[in-house]
């Protein structure tokens, strides 16, 4: 098993930044592949960042290209999301994901073996 812990989560206007971080325990060895997706009210859950467990080969959507940033913190086992340029279409509960096993749709949430409980993130204009 595998558990995953986000925070960071807030309040913050349009144009500012939040990190936000998702730490894994558990049988942290098993995991081969991390992501963010997020779901707006209304809305289905949608793709945001992946990022092999190895911290290689991120991947964005392109909807936060170029202003957010997925990372790992190798030693600490935590995958971050650094979002800047933040706008109001941000808002939304942002939720932490692993795969245990190899994936190439990394887009999909079906392709995840583990969630957390999510953050939420109010961007105001």
């Known amino acids: 098993q595998v558990q995953l812990v986000e925070s960071g989560g807030g309040l913050v206007q349009a144009g500012g930044s939040l990190t936000l971080s998702c730490a894994a325990s558990?049988?942290?060895?098993?995991?081969?592949?991390m992501a963010w997706f997020r779901q707006a009210a209304g809305k289905e859950r949608e793709f945001i960042a992946a990022?092999?467990?190895?911290?290689?080969?991120?991947r964005y959507a392109d909807s936060v290209k170029g202003r957010f940033t997925i990372s790992r913190d190798n030693y600490e086992t935590t995958v971050y999301l650094q979002m800047n340029s933040l706008k109001p279409g941000d808002t939304a509960v942002f939720y932490c994901?692993?795969?245990?096993?190899?994936?190439?749709?990394?887009?999909?949430?079906?392709?995840?073996?583990?969630w957390g409980q999510g953050t939420q993130v109010t961007v105001s204009s």
């Open positions: 994901a692993a795969a245990v096993g190899p994936i190439t749709t990394y887009y999909l949430d079906r392709a995840y073996d583990y």
């Open positions: 558990g049988r942290t060895f098993t995991i081969q592949h």
């Open positions: 990022i092999r467990f190895t911290g290689t080969n991120p």
